[in-house]
């Protein structure tokens, strides 16, 4: 009888370290094919890249802000 129960339960943990092992790589690949599928070939960016200047804190008489 005990036999029976021991492997019982070690099909039972044995069929979920399984499930624990291989769900995240499922879902990672099932990730992967989704996002492959469903991505535009281009994509656009509504905003544009400026350069800064090179002093912005610097006021029109030519005296620096200190704040």
Request: proline share 7%.
């Amino acid at each position: 009888m005990w036999n029976k129960i021991q492997n019982w339960l070690m099909n039972v943990l044995a069929k979920w370290i399984w499930i624990v092992i291989m769900f995240p790589i499922r879902a990672f690949i099932g990730l992967c094919i989704a996002v492959s599928k469903n991505m535009p070939e281009k994509v656009e960016v509504p905003y544009e890249i400026r350069k800064k200047d090179k002093e912005p804190n610097v006021e029109p008489n030519g005296a620096k802000q200190w704040f």
